[in-house]
């Protein structure tokens, strides 16, 4: 069954440092998502992406996290300095429509932990 | 507005029957989800719903959805430990393709 790929599952980063969070969607997936987990809360949407362009962010999305697809199959999301509030689970997602039919497809999560 | 209540834990013994309870505010979801999470793995999807259907069995799972309170359940038949999980209701909506999570339900399955 086709998988969302995401590395490294553990990252610790020190406060103020940038961090790539790394993704490969399923092949012929066209929506991307981000999604993040604050230990023991809930599971919050970041920012979806289509055609190349963010098409929605939340709030929590500010001008501190970029998305980027640099190839036919990575996608990344980018913390340019971190806090330690980063710390949290993030999930990538795809999905091959606009998630209505059937939800998405997650990967096992990037577990970031900033000190 | 958008939000996702669920109650925070179920404690049933194995061979019962799980119920996890969710409720919605947003009258414009058009499918709503179940997601499993086991400890230190990724959000698995196990059934959803469209808004126009009451109803959805599939093996020992079923969703109920009351649409005019905006109640959803899943009930889950002969609860094994394995099922020991925290499950995540979800919605989305027609004019938006994200997610929106309740907290999550921690289902304790004593042996």
């Known amino acids: 069954e086709p998988e969302v790929t995401q590395t490294p599952s553990h990252q610790v980063t020190q406060m103020g440092q940038e961090v790539i969070l790394r993704c490969v969607p399923i092949?012929?997936?066209?929506?991307f998502y981000w999604y993040r987990q604050i230990l023991g809360q809930k599971v919050e949407f970041l920012v979806s992406?289509?055609?190349?362009?963010?098409?929605?962010k939340s709030e929590i999305f500010d001008d501190q996290f970029s998305v980027e697809r640099p190839d036919g199959s990575n996608f990344t999301l980018k913390i340019r300095s971190t806090k330690l509030e980063d710390s949290a689970m993030y999930f990538c997602?795809?999905?091959?429509?606009?998630?209505?039919?059937?939800?998405?497809?997650f990967g096992s999560g990037t577990r970031l932990t900033v000190v | 507005g958008e939000d996702v209540e669920q109650s925070l834990f179920l404690s049933v013994r194995e061979g019962d029957s799980s119920v996890i309870n969710c409720t919605y505010t947003?009258?414009?979801?058009?499918?709503l989800y179940w997601y499993k999470q086991e400890p230190g793995a990724g959000l698995q999807l196990l059934t959803y719903?469209?808004?126009?259907?009451d109803m959805k069995q599939d093996q020992r799972l079923t969703v109920l959805l009351n649409k005019k309170d905006k109640h959803l359940s899943l009930r889950i038949a002969d609860t094994q430990t394995g099922d020991s999980a925290i499950y995540f209701c979800?919605?989305?909506?027609?004019?938006?393709?994200?997610?929106?999570f309740g907290a999550g339900t921690i289902l304790r399955v004593k042996s």
């Open positions: 997602a795809s999905s091959d429509s606009r998630g209505n039919n059937y939800g998405y497809t």
């Open positions: 092949s012929n997936h066209l929506y």
């Open positions: 992406f289509y055609n190349n362009e963010i098409s929605e």
């Open positions: 947003d009258s414009s979801s058009t499918y």
């Open positions: 719903i469209f808004s126009n259907m």
């Open positions: 979800a919605e989305s909506r027609l004019s938006g393709n994200k997610l929106v």
